[in-house]
């Protein structure tokens, strides 16, 4: 069974940093592209960042280019984001998403709040 568990959401003042990990079970983490994706209520999940199956290539949405950085560890099934210069934009939930085959795997996401 496909397993992604997302942590390390919060609270955080604007300007400040969280980092998001999601550890991945069921599958052969290292042959699949992993993303993260947000979605506030009322509107459509996006994606954020996205990563090859090796981490050699990367994309960000135009939103958070250079405050966010994905990143993964192929040893420990863990794909993580360092986001930084956080702003109130970015408050939504964020979700781990892998697609295998046909199917999109998602988290149950983690809340990231940006508010003074």
């Known amino acids: 069974e496909v397993q992604l568990v997302e942590s390390g959401g919060g609270l955080v003042q604007p300007g400040g940093s969280l980092r998001l990990s999601c550890t991945a079970s069921?599958?052969?983490?290292?042959?699949?592209?992993m993303s993260w994706y947000r979605q506030v209520p009322g509107k459509e999940r996006e994606l954020v960042a996205g990563?090859?199956?090796?981490?050699?290539?990367?994309n960000y949405a135009d939103s958070v280019k250079g405050r966010f950085t994905i990143s993964r560890d192929n040893g420990r099934n863990t794909l993580t984001m360092q986001m930084n210069r956080l702003e109130s934009e970015d408050t939504a939930v964020y979700y781990c998403?892998?697609?295998?085959?046909?199917?999109?795997?998602w988290g149950q996401g983690t809340q990231v709040t940006v508010s003074s």
């Open positions: 069921g599958f052969t983490f290292s042959s699949y592209r």
């Open positions: 998403n892998v697609l295998l085959g046909w199917k999109n795997h």
């Open positions: 990563i090859s199956n090796t981490g050699g290539s990367t």
